[in-house]
């Protein structure tokens, strides 16, 4: 795959679209992965909103990094302004990155911030991207008997 087209390829995986509202917590100019992030402005049309934001929004694009602080405080943090049924995207370091966060680390923390992790893969070449959910996020959905 052209290293151009990897980012474009990644936002589409991320479920990103057009016109969609997004919230970025952690963004760092020194080490994100700014071609994922131009294609991420690039897919929606618009800059993503920071931590100061009091917008609901469609997703959440999370920059976390061993140290960070707590990742439960951040995810119940991120979760005030999403949508029912948005996803908060982890972006941790990969193994061997200044920063790499233990998976483990992210398994226990998301249940004790409400949500479940779905799915994992990598995003660019210093980036893992994790999909979490709200537990409730489509449980009110009423049940054929």
């Excluded at 997004?22 to 994100?32: A, H, K, M, R």
Aim: proline fraction near 6%; hydrophobic fraction near 40%; glycine fraction near 8%.
């Amino acid at each position: 795959m052209n290293s151009a087209q990897a980012p474009a390829a990644t936002v589409e995986r991320l479920g990103i679209s057009t016109d969609q509202l997004i919230l970025e917590v952690g963004y760092n100019q020194t080490d994100c992965d700014q071609s994922l992030r131009d294609a991420i402005i690039a897919k929606t049309g618009s800059q993503p909103l920071d931590a100061t934001a009091q917008e609901v929004v469609d997703a959440v694009i999370l920059w976390w990094r061993d140290g960070d602080g707590d990742l439960v405080d951040e995810l119940v943090d991120a979760l005030t302004y999403l949508t029912e049924d948005g996803p908060i995207w982890l972006l941790t370091p990969k193994v061997g990155r200044p920063g790499y966060v233990e998976p483990s680390d992210v398994q226990d923390a998301a249940p004790t911030a409400g949500m479940s992790q779905t799915t994992s893969f990598p995003a660019g070449a210093d980036w893992t991207a994790t999909r979490l959910i709200a537990r409730h996020a489509g449980s009110n959905k009423k049940k054929s008997k």
